[in-house]
């Protein structure tokens, strides 16, 4: 049995606005598994899909579907206040935009990447393949958005190490 649009819809608003006043993005993954948990036991959202497909599937359907969907938007539609946070004009032209790593490509020639801290080594590469592809002497920036793996001192001092040695310009941590 499919599920129908709306009820589908529904759950996944309901869900949405519950993640953004929970800083979603900014949790640790530890935090996340405990809502997971209780989202799939709930009867507003792991009891109505239950309906539509094994209850066992719920939690991963929650994860893995509407929640990744989440991460991805909400990621995307950070890239303005990246630019603030690394002091970026946001008016200035976006050549292009880059996804997994979410970045983008200025007009001057930059490159920006940001994402979660879990994905710093990722975030470092990226950044530094799409500079070295534009073969640009810009800098490019990386904004790691803490979740919990580069909080002490030493692991900070390890990706600012990277992105030195890989010639990545900044490296600025969104908390």
Request: proline share 3%; hydrophobic share 40%; charged share 30%.
């Amino acid at each position: 049995m499919s599920m129908p649009e709306d009820i589908r819809r529904g759950i996944k608003e309901a869900l949405w606005e519950k993640l953004d006043q929970l800083s979603w993005l900014t949790m640790s993954d530890a935090d996340h598994s405990t809502y997971y948990e209780q989202w799939a036991k709930s009867p507003d959202i792991g009891g109505k899909l239950g309906h539509f497909m094994d209850p066992r599937a719920v939690r991963v359907y929650i994860k893995d579907t509407l929640v990744k969907d989440y991460a991805r938007e909400r990621l995307l539609e950070s890239g303005d206040q990246v630019l603030r946070v690394l002091n970026i004009d946001p008016d200035i032209a976006v050549e292009r935009k880059f996804i997994k790593p979410h970045g983008m490509r200025l007009s001057d020639g930059r490159v920006v990447c940001w994402g979660k801290s879990r994905d710093w080594k990722h975030l470092l590469m990226a950044a530094f393949e799409r500079q070295w592809a534009t073969k640009s002497s810009a800098s490019s920036s990386v904004v790691i958005i803490e979740t919990g793996k580069t909080l002490d001192t030493g692991a900070r001092d390890l990706v600012r190490e990277a992105a030195a040695r890989l010639g990545v310009g900044s490296v600025v941590w969104w908390e």
